[in-house]
């Protein structure tokens, strides 16, 4: 066996891993997950994985213990330990998942669904998120499994199925987490294989999707003083609520440590009324949108404080600032007053802050200054919403990855076979530094 310092010479053998990749982009067809039109079948990823794997498993006379976990048939989980010899020193790799967003082949320069090669550029769905980084970490068990380096940490590897959808809950890691099959991960720290650019990410954002929908009285724009106008009751109101936000979960200081680029945000991104003609002043319409909330704050607290503004504005709605001299949201004649309704998505989600006293932290860091020649830690206020769970959970979850954050969920998605080189030996330096 050799010793925990050969892990330095390791590195991402190209060999192996464009190969492996090729046949998990080749997949990708049936991998997409946007539900209830596509329901992914991960165990055509994971195949690939544990083709790899099992003729270094303890079945077979090798030192990997593998264990496939699927609570939807077809849809698994893969768990890989590399054991070592001391009880409860534990580091982990986990969150490289097995399904990816949709992609459309006509909006494509390249077809989406097959590896193709270019220099450094790897291309296809899944290379950046996250088929790339099954692939990596993949990698870097079969080589611990091959080498069998003598180390104090077991090492464990968690790909995961159902990373991109968050309404159909125990299939992937939230079940595993349920079950306790991941309860030994505690005792160290767990390092979230999801995210791009190099760099540890320190800092995500929660998320609250809203609707806002206004009524108000439909009638002819010729006699606007007989109606009440839906679209600007609309958005009067949004950005009296707007108002209110950004004044009750101003900028946070923390936000400044954790280097965030924006406070927690609130804005609209959709629109939609029923219709009609263009001289007619609808009596409905909706704004949707979401609320970024950064992990100082509550969501829960967020979206409570949202519904009161709401109820207080529908209790004096003669007081909303209105538009012009007959624009107006009571008609005391008529008895009708304009409202306004607020509803959130059932799924919120909370932000992550990582600890940055953790030894799992620092080890990154170093690692990474020490590979890819400088350390840079960010925070951005996407979300990633598996990982609070973790976190409330009681495991030290800290964050990194190899793609790119241009190509994330994008048409002609893209990585860099150098990144993935450097990603790889910023995961053995991890353990090494964390072997002491």
């Given at each position: ?119 450094d550029k790897l291309q296809g769905r899944g ?110 109101g949004l950005k009296e609520i707007q108002d209110r936000f950004y004044r ?189």
């Amino acid at each position: 066996m050799m010793m925990m310092t050969g892990l330095q010479d390791l590195q991402l053998s190209q060999n192996c891993f464009i190969p492996l990749l090729s046949k998990l982009i080749g997949e990708c067809k049936y991998l997409q997950n946007n539900p209830p039109q596509l329901i992914p079948a991960e165990d055509r990823a994971g195949k690939h994985v544990l083709s790899v794997l099992r003729p270094l498993s303890l079945e077979e006379g090798g030192p990997l213990r593998i264990n496939h976990v699927a609570y939807v048939q077809g849809r698994g989980n893969i768990i890989v330990e590399y054991p070592g010899t001391e009880s409860g020193r534990i580091v982990s790799f986990v969150g490289s998942h097995l399904d990816v967003v949709t992609a459309n082949p006509e909006d494509w320069d390249f077809d989406p669904f097959t590896l193709s090669v270019k220099d450094d550029k790897l291309q296809g769905r899944g290379t950046t998120d996250c088929l790339g980084h099954v692939a990596l970490v993949t990698d870097l068990m079969r080589q611990l499994g091959e080498t069998k380096p003598v180390l104090k940490h077991t090492v464990v590897a968690v790909f995961i199925a159902n990373e991109e959808n968050s309404s159909v809950l125990g299939v992937g890691i939230d079940a595993l987490v349920k079950d306790g099959l991941l309860d030994k991960l505690r005792t160290g720290p767990l390092f979230w294989i999801d995210t791009a650019d190099k760099q540890p990410c320190i800092g995500t954002a929660g998320m609250i999707v809203w609707k806002l929908r206004a009524t108000g009285k439909l009638f002819h724009s010729g006699l606007p003083h007989k109606a009440i106008n839906a679209l600007e009751l609309c958005m009067d109101g949004l950005k009296e609520i707007q108002d209110r936000f950004y004044r009750d979960f101003p900028a946070h200081p923390e936000e400044a440590r954790y280097g965030f680029a924006t406070p927690s945000t609130m804005k609209p991104t959709q629109w939609s009324y029923p219709g009609g003609g263009v001289n007619q002043i609808p009596g409905e319409c909706t704004i949707s949108g979401d609320v970024r909330v950064t992990p100082f704050y509550d969501v829960k607290d967020v979206a409570k404080k949202i519904e009161e503004y709401v109820d207080d504005i529908n209790s004096h709605i003669e007081m909303l600032e209105s538009r012009g001299p007959v624009s107006k949201y009571v008609l005391p004649d008529e008895g009708i007053r304009g409202r306004i309704f607020i509803e959130f998505d059932e799924i919120m989600t909370s932000g992550v802050a990582c600890n940055l006293d953790s030894p799992g932290f620092h080890a990154l860091c170093k690692a990474t200054e020490a590979v890819v020649g400088s350390v840079k830690p960010y925070s951005l206020t996407g979300s990633l919403p598996l990982i609070r769970e973790l976190q409330d959970e009681g495991f030290d979850v800290q964050i990194v990855g190899y793609g790119l954050m241009a190509t994330y969920h994008a048409k002609n998605e893209y990585c860099l076979l150098s990144d993935f080189k450097q990603g790889f030996k910023v995961l053995t330096n991890i353990i090494m530094l964390l072997e002491g």
